[in-house]
């Protein structure tokens, strides 16, 4: 008989994984049983700092208790409507996340990949009923090392062979550019292009920032060639950078900006198309929908979001504490760090390889009591929640640096 979950230690349950989930990921070996704040605990009680915060959907810190009560107060109420009916918590979400982003109109759903995939959606169906591309020739341009999820047709546009490979055939329609490349994106796009498609910070690529004036570049872009631009804030979006979207570090407002992760307080998967009006007026009823998408739970936690965003506290947090994060990254410089990218409470950091890879620093870091997550080779990324004190900040510093000068 299988022990209650109670009875098993880390390594028990991590062995107990093994043959019975599937191996798409490759975890680091802690057991994570209950948080609060910046903290984790793992069964054992051991806690760590948590510095990775859910890849940003923990940019409220675990369980904010703002959120927590509007979750507990919608599960005593009304949990699912489906959209057959109007459910009494959709209209303030939608409103409300409409002003704080500048646009008009909101289409809810539940993941990052469904709200890239419905955006993607959109901007074709504008590109035929508004642009008048001929049917079936709409071209959306993306960029080289892109990351906006995991579905077919998401993965038909990404460079990562590892998240290709053994997937095809695949979505046709999408053109790859280099990131930063203004000159690039002009030759790809022409008269067939419904959208750009673009993170405004590439996250997973290693927390890659385009030179300033780049995306201004593909606003005027854009508007001078008559294509949407598609902003993908899932990851770099609600507070993260030091401002509530990543794209108002250059004064932009895209046509249609994607937003997740954060959006759901780390409590259900909440997910958005925000769009102007003419660019979400293109869908009419049938067309799109989702059973789960705006149900009032999600909604009751997103609009604690949106309400915890409006008080602009957690975009001055983490444009404050982004300073401590830059300036102790930039005394690791040379001493185990070879390189950083760093904006507001986001960092890729470059380790040297000799030190190790980046999975091997996490795991080091890990035992300092530390988490953290690597992208690929020797960069690690930090992205810790915006509700991390400058003392914690300085702890995880300090254990990078103990994991880097330990091991040199
Ligand atoms: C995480 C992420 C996604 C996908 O979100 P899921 O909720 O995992 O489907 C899309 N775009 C970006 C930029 C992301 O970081």
């Given at each position: 008989m299988t022990a209650p979950a109670h009875e098993r230690t880390s390594d028990d349950l991590i062995k107990a994984e093994e043959p019975v989930l599937a191996h798409n990921y490759h975890p680091l070996p802690v057991v994570v049983a209950r948080a609060e704040g910046t903290w984790v605990e793992d069964v054992e009680g051991r806690r760590y700092l948590d510095m990775l915060a859910g890849y940003s959907a923990l940019n409220f810190g675990h369980r904010h208790p703002a959120l927590i009560e509007a979750a507990h107060r919608q599960l005593d109420r009304l949990t699912l409507t489906s959209r057959a009916f109007h459910n009494d918590r959709l209209a303030e979400f939608a409103e409300r996340l409409a002003e704080l982003t500048g646009l008009d109109m909101v289409l809810p759903m539940n993941t990052g990949a469904e709200a890239v995939e419905s955006g993607i959606k959109v901007a074709r169906k504008w590109a035929y009923d508004v642009k008048g591309v001929p049917a079936d020739q709409a071209t959306i341009v993306v960029a080289a090392e892109n990351f906006h999820g995991r579905t077919t047709t998401i993965v038909s546009f990404s460079t990562d062979e590892t998240a290709r490979a053994g997937f095809g055939p695949f979505t046709p329609g999408f053109r790859i550019v280099p990131y930063n490349d203004l000159a690039a994106l002009e030759e790809a796009v022409d008269e067939t292009t419904a959208a750009v498609l673009l993170e405004p910070i590439q996250g997973e690529a290693g927390v890659v920032i385009p030179d300033e004036g780049y995306l201004a570049g593909v606003r005027e872009l854009t508007r001078r060639k008559g294509c949407l631009f598609i902003a993908d804030e899932i990851q770099s979006g609600l507070g993260r950078t030091g401002r509530t979207l990543a794209v108002e570090h250059e004064g932009v407002v895209p046509d249609v900006l994607l937003l997740g992760k954060a959006l759901g307080g780390g409590i259900v998967p909440?997910?958005?198309?925000?769009?102007?009006?003419?660019?979400?007026?293109?869908?009419?009823?049938?067309?799109?929908?989702?059973?789960?998408?705006?149900?009032?739970?999600?909604?009751?936690?997103?609009?604690?979001?949106?309400?915890?965003?409006?008080?602009?506290?957690?975009?001055?947090?983490?444009?404050?504490?982004?300073?401590?994060?830059?300036?102790?990254?930039?005394?690791?410089?040379?001493?185990?760090?070879?390189?950083?990218?760093?904006?507001?409470?986001?960092?890729?950091?470059?380790?040297?390889?000799?030190?190790?890879?980046?999975?091997?620093?996490?795991?080091?870091?890990?035992?300092?009591?530390?988490?953290?997550?690597?992208?690929?080779?020797?960069?690690?990324?930090?992205?810790?929640?915006?509700?991390?004190?400058?003392?914690?900040?300085?702890?995880?510093?300090?254990?990078?640096?103990?994991?880097?000068?330990?091991?040199?």
């Open positions: 909440v997910s958005a198309v925000v769009a102007r009006r003419e660019v979400l007026g293109v869908l009419h009823p049938g067309e799109h929908g989702s059973t789960f998408g705006g149900n009032p739970l999600a909604a009751a936690v997103g609009t604690a979001v949106v309400e915890l965003l409006e008080t602009g506290e957690f975009q001055r947090r983490a444009a404050e504490l982004g300073q401590v994060l830059h300036d102790g990254l930039a005394e690791l410089v040379g001493r185990g760090v070879t390189g950083f990218r760093a904006r507001g409470l986001w960092a890729g950091v470059d380790v040297d390889p000799a030190i190790g890879t980046g999975r091997e620093i996490s795991e080091r870091l890990m035992r300092e009591g530390v988490l953290v997550k690597d992208t690929h080779g020797s960069t690690i990324r930090l992205a810790p929640p915006l509700t991390i004190t400058a003392e914690e900040l300085r702890s995880a510093l300090g254990a990078l640096e103990n994991v880097l000068g330990a091991a040199g």
